[in-house]
């Protein structure tokens, strides 16, 4: 298959790209990896009337940290991340999350503010941003504003992104020092999406667990925070009861659908079982 006809620009800035989306009107979309929009359009499920590719705009891959921020341009490669020694030391989950999508050549061009901007439900940064209590910032017609992840994904592919805004940074919390994280998921393929996927934080002092964070992905039509797994935790501990408690509150959370790849009795199952594995793992990351 080939696209639909469509107008390309290239612009230097995102001042000229907020110019070209607002002449077309909500008709044109934002390029910047490629690994989801092009063959959307390939296949016509997408058929934008003008490509607006952000790769040429100096700046929007930068990655540094201040006062336990770390601020990632939303043109930021995925490979760059997997092996960024600011991830590596200040945001270890996300690095880790990195492993997981797709294939080297998929990481190789895909952007973190792509992902996020796809809003795939079953992708594994969008969790990840739930997880770290991240936001993004975006530049519109209006100016700029910053949105939290909790009231960035409206549903399947949709986020509180407007047709004329333009995702410029990721903006993540520095992990707590000595604490613990998993990602466990599940996929028929290695590099497909997950059938289900569980992001996990853990801090903790002696039996106590100070903070816990739980995010999944691929079981409803958002990824999601489950806040009431994580008060098990900090409440009760991270005894084998505990931790069971917790998953099974995890299951009951999420509201997966059935499809061709598995049921939503399936993909709640699997969110218990992979709860209690990430949960595990933390605790015994954080032992070493």
């Given at each position: 298959m080939k696209p639909a006809k469509f107008d390309y620009h290239v612009p230097r800035s995102v001042d000229e790209a907020l110019t070209i989306l607002e002449r077309y009107q909500g008709e044109a979309r934002l390029l910047?990896?490629?690994?989801?929009?092009?063959?959307?359009?390939?296949?016509?499920?997408a058929q934008p009337a003008a490509i607006v590719d952000l790769n040429r705009i100096p700046g929007l891959d930068l990655i540094e940290e201040a006062d336990r921020l770390v601020r990632v341009g939303a043109m930021a490669r995925q490979r760059r991340l997997e092996s960024d020694a600011v991830i590596g030391e200040r945001l270890p989950l996300l690095q880790e999350a990195i492993g997981w999508i797709g294939h080297l050549p998929t990481r190789s061009r895909g952007t973190i503010g792509g992902s996020i901007a796809h809003a795939d439900p079953a992708a594994e940064i969008p969790m990840v941003l739930h997880a770290l209590d991240g936001e993004?910032?975006?530049?519109?017609?209006?100016?700029?504003?910053?949105?939290?992840?909790?009231?960035?994904?409206?549903?399947?592919l949709t986020t509180a992104l407007g047709p004329a805004e333009v995702l410029?940074?990721?903006?993540?919390?520095?992990?707590a020092p000595g604490?613990?994280?998993?990602?466990?998921?599940?996929?028929?393929?290695?590099?497909?999406?997950?059938?289900?996927?569980?992001?996990?934080?853990v801090v903790r002092d002696g039996e106590r667990c100070m903070k816990a964070r739980l995010a999944t992905a691929g079981t409803g039509p958002v990824p999601r925070r489950l806040h009431e797994a994580e008060a098990i935790l900090e409440q009760r501990g991270l005894g084998e009861a505990?931790?069971?408690?917790?998953?099974?509150?995890?299951?009951?959370?999420?509201?997966?659908?059935?499809?061709h790849h598995a049921s939503a009795d399936f993909r709640?199952?699997?969110t218990a079982v992979l709860t209690r594995r990430a949960v595990a793992k933390a605790i015994k990351d954080r032992r070493q």
């Open positions: 910047a990896g490629g690994q989801s929009l092009v063959p959307m359009m390939n296949f016509r499920v993004v910032v975006a530049r519109g017609p209006q100016g700029e504003r910053r949105i939290p992840a909790s009231d960035l994904f409206l549903g399947p410029t940074e990721v903006r993540l919390p520095a992990m604490g613990g994280h998993a990602i466990e998921e599940f996929a028929r393929r290695k590099g497909d999406f997950a059938l289900a996927a569980v992001a996990v934080i505990a931790i069971t408690a917790a998953a099974d509150k995890a299951a009951e959370l999420v509201e997966p659908m059935s499809d709640r199952h699997l």
